[in-house]
């Protein structure tokens, strides 16, 4: 047991061949390498979350409110709450991605289609408050509105909502409706 002890104490660099040497010098910088680049990304998370754990806004940032919904669309939404209140929650300016659900064995597909509809938004939402699952939703302006989606982006929209049995209502802007239309528009008449 001592001889293995002082075989082993025997053992010291200089004794190593210069190519060995050589090689731990190589292993080490390279180990410092992994190590600095695999703790970065980790260091840099950090240092931005800290950043803005501050309590107040510097003077440099301006804050203010943002309106929901935009003036021409008021009344469309009153007169939906109005209309639907019985029946339904009403949400305005949903995006799709919350509203439906996609799942595929195929990560790529799901990802890419995810990707598509992250920009697509419904107007407005009615929602089945038991259930709180989505049951209508309403676009209001024609396809060249501003801000509405493509016809490509407009199709996606239809065909994923009536996969996930969500009816899409479209309403022009510059129609007024009345409460008894809105409600033969939506389905919600009463059996007489």
């Known amino acids: 047991m001592l001889a293995a002890f002082d075989s082993l104490s025997a053992l010291s660099i200089e004794s190593l061949p210069l190519l060995s040497q050589l090689l731990m ?32 806004i510097p003077d440099a ?3 203010s409110g943002r309106p929901l919904i935009q003036a021409s ?21 949903i995006p799709l991605r919350t509203l439906v659900q996609v799942s595929a064995d195929d990560e790529d597909a799901r990802r890419e289609m ?3 509809i992250r920009t697509l938004t419904a107007d407005f939402v009615l929602v089945h408050p038991g259930t709180m699952l ?12 501003e801000g ?10 239809k065909v994923l909502c009536q996969e996930a049995e969500i009816d899409i209502i479209q309403l022009e802007t510059q129609k007024n409706y009345s409460a008894r239309e809105f409600t033969e528009l939506l389905g919600l008449k009463e059996d007489e």
Not at 32 to 51: A, D, E, H, K, T
Not at 73 to 93: G, Q, T, Y
Not at 148 to 157: D, F, R, V
Request: include cysteine.
């Open 61 to 63: 940032i301006i804050v």
């Open 148 to 157: 509405a989606p493509s016809n490509s982006q407009h199709t996606l929209m």
């Open 134 to 145: 989505p049951s209508k939703i309403i676009m209001v302006g024609s396809k060249d509105h």
């Open 114 to 116: 995810v990707k598509a």
């Open 25 to 56: 010098l190589a292993l080490t910088i390279v180990t410092f390498i992994l190590v600095y680049f695999l703790v970065q990304p980790w260091w840099n998370r950090r240092r931005q979350s800290q950043r803005f754990k501050e309590t107040t």
């Open 73 to 93: 669309e008021v009344a469309v939404f009153n007169l939906l709450h109005l209309v639907s209140r019985d029946c339904f929650l009403v949400f305005a300016k």
